[in-house]
């Protein structure tokens, strides 16, 4: 794999999976986040994703995956490096990123629609796809985390109430 930084140390590359239970309590509109309670969902906590507390690196990969079969949206995963003050909510409109959370704020992801060949849901962004894939990041000084909102493109019809969703970032760490 083609290292991103000019930088002489070493590489190593990480996988970070992180699986909520979606909350689903109804049909899901254009831009709503996914999380996994209406009343006090929490951010997509990518722990370790550095190798040490104010790490670097680059996310190469990212991958999400849902056990429900038949979904095919489009989705985005916004990136912050503390956690971040928008909407947490599930199935509530996405705020974010907003002002308040500006220093903090890595970039999205964005994941071309999910496919369902008979199996589970799935989408992948690479550097070979959409996506704004590599993504630079750096964790707060104090932490080695990633947190994310993840959020809808395209309504969502068909969800199941507890449906799992996976979200997998690889990152080459610095």
């Excluded at 689903?24 to 997509?44: C, F, M, P, Q, R």
């Excluded at 003050?85 to 199935?91: A, H, Q």
């Excluded at 071309?112 to 992948?124: E, F, Y």
Aim: proline fraction near 5%.
């Amino acid at each position: 794999m083609a290292k991103f930084s000019s930088s002489p140390s070493i590489v190593t590359q990480k996988t970070v999976s992180v699986t909520k239970a979606i909350a689903a309590a109804g049909n899901y509109d254009i831009e709503d986040v996914l999380s996994e309670s209406t009343t006090h969902g929490t951010a997509w906590e990518f722990s370790a994703i550095a190798r040490k507390n104010g790490g670097k690196g680059y996310i190469i990969k990212a991958q999400v995956i849902c056990k429900t079969t038949a979904q095919t949206p489009r989705l985005t995963l916004y990136l912050f490096k503390a956690v971040p003050t928008s909407n947490l909510k599930d199935n509530i409109a996405n705020t974010g990123p907003i002002n308040a959370d500006r220093a903090n704020y890595v970039g999205p992801i964005d994941f071309p629609g999910m496919q369902d060949l008979g199996g589970v849901s799935d989408t992948i962004a690479t550097p070979n796809t959409y996506g704004n894939l590599p993504i630079e990041f750096e964790c707060a000084a104090n932490s080695n985390k990633l947190y994310g909102i993840l959020v809808t493109r395209d309504a969502i019809t068909g969800e199941v109430a507890e449906d799992e969703y996976t979200i997998l970032l690889t990152a080459e760490q610095y």
